[in-house]
Each structure stands twice: as C-alpha cells, then as structure tokens.
C-alpha cells in the first residue's frame, strides 16, 4: 500500500486530527480503506456523497454521489478490490468495480429495517447489521454474491432476540461474527453456521454511553468506537479491555486500518465532522484481506 499521512515522532495510540473540521457532515461514518491507501468516508460536505481521503493526502476530495434519495452509512473492500457501500435509506447495497467510478446495485430488499454497517469474509460474503432503532431492535443479513454476479441475501436466524444491531465484525479465522448492540451497550460474538448464528455469547456489555463501529486486527483484538465517551476501546477476544484510546473530540462513530503496513486506524469523528488517526502494532484483519500477504494462518485465510 501507498504510504499515509506521516506519524514520524508519534507514539502509538496517540489520536491526531488529519482533516480539517468540517470537511464531513454529522452522518460521518463508514471508513474503508482500499489497496492503495486511499481512505473512503461518507457524507463528504452533504448526505449521498463519499468523499476520498488519497494516501498521503490531509483533505479529502469528492469520490461520488449516491443516486437522488439514498444515503450510505457504511462502506467495505473485498479482497479483489470491490468496494460495497450500504444505502440505508433505500435500502440497497451498491458495489463500484475496481478502477471504476460507476455505481451499481448490488442487492436490495424492501425487508431492510435500514442497512447499517458490514463486514466482509474472505469469501466474499458480506454479513450486514440491520437495526431498527424506533423499536429498539434489529438484525443481521448474509449476502453472497450468486451466479449471475449479483448479490443473494438472507436474514441470519438467531435463538436470542437481538437489540438495534449496529457494529459488526468478523473474527479472523472467519468462523465468529461480532454484533454490537446499541440499545443494551452490548457487543456478542455468534459462531457461523451456514445462514444461522449459533452460541451467542456475550463479549462485553458497557456499563453507559453508546458504542458504534467494530474493527478487528489480525490476532482478534477489537476496536470499538465509545460514541459519546470519546474513545477507541480496544478488547481481547474474549471482552477483556486492554486499553482505552481517548480521541480529540467526544463523538467517534467508527474505524478502519490503513496506512503503509496496515497499523494506522483512521477514526470518522462526527463532533466536528473529521478524521483523525492513530498507529497501533498490529496490522488489520481487513487490510490483510486486501493485502494477501498477512501472516500465515491470520486475516488472509
């Protein structure tokens, strides 16, 4: 990957702002990193936009504009390059081809509460949070790409009743997907099980303020964004906190690795409407994916 916006003299977990203020409006979400070092973020300047952050780059320029009416929350690399975005409110999941700008859709489903945020598999299969806020419940859909280049999707069954699903991750292996929950606070880890999400079991329940976004590195530590606390806290696998990164401003709603070796994690900071960023020591899972050169029996199994 092209190098990103130097760190020289930093030391790790020391958050800075990289864009200016204002860039981004309050629906700043969905950071993704491509290949090359470009970061991609939504709503750049109005809602129905992405903007791109070039590698080396400190402001962020127009990618492209959604169609009249929708709006994307999310967006996520496959590890050939597509990029998927999630239009929460028509309720599609677009893809742009790599090199490309055009826009197409990917799937669709009037069954959609409002598509939230997505997380992709080796495979390509795209596992998507689906909340419904007003009453405080949601769920999870599986979206594999079918014959004719298409994506088919499903609701997840799952035996407990879930809350307003929001962040969403998978394990490096691929074999556990990580649901955040906003209503209860609550992050869950499901084994995968064809279209099924099997042994629930609980990670980690905060004891107040919102979390949004979940990422992974590749040994499964999780970075989850404390909206409204104003940090990045970072979990073993099993709900332990190993530390909490405090950001440069109160409201980060999510997170992706970038950088030249993957161990920068650009933050998308709604108080403010920038990105800021920080170095950690280990390479995301989402990075290696694209990369294709992790450590064996890591993210690019």
Not at 277 to 299: I, T
């Amino acid at each position: 990957m092209l190098c990103a916006p130097a760190f020289a003299g930093l030391d790790r977990f020391q958050n800075r702002q990289v864009t200016p203020s204002g860039e981004y409006t309050f629906g700043i979400e969905g950071p993704a990193v491509d290949a090359k070092g470009n970061l991609y973020v939504v709503n750049f300047g109005k809602p129905g936009t992405i903007g791109m952050l070039p590698a080396g780059a400190k402001t962020s320029q127009l990618y492209l504009t959604l169609p009249a009416g929708s709006v994307a929350n999310a967006i996520r690399f496959d590890r050939d390059g597509r990029m998927f975005i999630a239009d929460y409110k028509k309720h599609n999941i677009y893809v742009v081809e790599p090199g490309s700008a055009e826009l197409k859709t990917y799937f669709h489903s009037d069954d959609f509460n409002q598509p939230n945020d997505m997380t992709i598999a080796a495979d390509g299969t795209i596992y998507a949070s689906d909340p419904n806020f007003r009453h405080r419940s949601g769920q999870v859909w599986r979206i594999s790409r079918g014959p004719d280049g298409n994506g088919v999707g499903e609701r997840m069954a799952s035996e407990r009743p879930m809350t307003t699903t929001n962040g969403i991750e998978l394990s490096p292996d691929g074999k556990t997907l990580y649901v955040g929950e906003s209503e209860t606070r609550e992050i869950w880890a499901y084994k995968i099980d064809g279209a099924r999400l099997a042994a629930p079991r609980l990670v980690k329940k905060f004891p107040d303020l919102d979390i949004d976004g979940i990422r992974a590195d590749v040994d499964g530590t999780l970075y989850v964004a404390r909206l409204l606390k104003g940090t990045i806290a970072v979990l073993s696998p099993d709900g332990k906190i190993l530390r909490e990164i405090p950001t440069t401003a109160k409201e980060p709603t999510n997170l992706a690795f970038g950088g030249p070796d993957g161990k920068t994690v650009y933050v998308t900071q709604r108080k403010g409407g920038f990105i800021e960023s920080f170095q950690v020591d280990r390479p995301g899972r989402e990075f290696c994916l694209q990369a294709k050169n992790c450590e064996p029996g890591q993210a690019a199994r």
